[in-house]
């Protein structure tokens, strides 16, 4: 027996949605396989916020032994600068940290960081920077 022309035609539609429905579920995998592998990457700040960065770590290396109020006033105004220049938000959250422990370390405050802790912000923050070809130098602080 031949089948009619109505058989053929479902046949067809068949086949077209099935390789329809593979394409589509063959896309959603690779898009979840894409997100699943850059799931835990850092961002990836510009050279620009990076040699900010390196900028705003070595007027901390040095105010951390200045007196408070002059840290204090350098604190304010390098924040603002960071802020209104440095566009990832990321790098810029951990140079605010050492910023803030430049000034804690000016100010003799017992919140100040010990060399390990620097040395562990240096890792992540450098992380940020590594595809800039920029690599941050992050002292301990008070020395």
Request: proline residues 5%; glycine residues 6%.
């Amino acid at each position: 027996m031949n089948a009619t022309p109505t058989t053929r035609n479902r046949k067809r539609n068949r086949l077209v949605l099935s390789a329809a429905s593979a394409v589509v579920v063959a896309a959603l995998a690779a898009g979840a396989a894409f997100w699943w592998q850059g799931r835990d990457e850092v961002s990836q700040a510009s050279a620009e916020d990076c040699r900010l960065a390196q900028s705003i770590v070595t007027e901390a290396e040095e105010i951390s032994t200045a007196p408070a109020p002059d840290a204090e006033k350098w604190w304010r105004k390098t924040g603002d600068t960071r802020r209104a220049k440095m566009k990832d938000g990321y790098l810029g959250a951990k140079i605010s940290q050492y910023e803030g422990w430049a000034l804690a370390t000016a100010q003799k405050s017992p919140e100040a960081p010990s060399a390990k802790d620097v040395e562990n912000l240096q890792d992540e923050a450098r992380g940020h920077c590594s595809d800039s070809g920029v690599t941050l130098s992050m002292p301990p602080l008070g020395s």
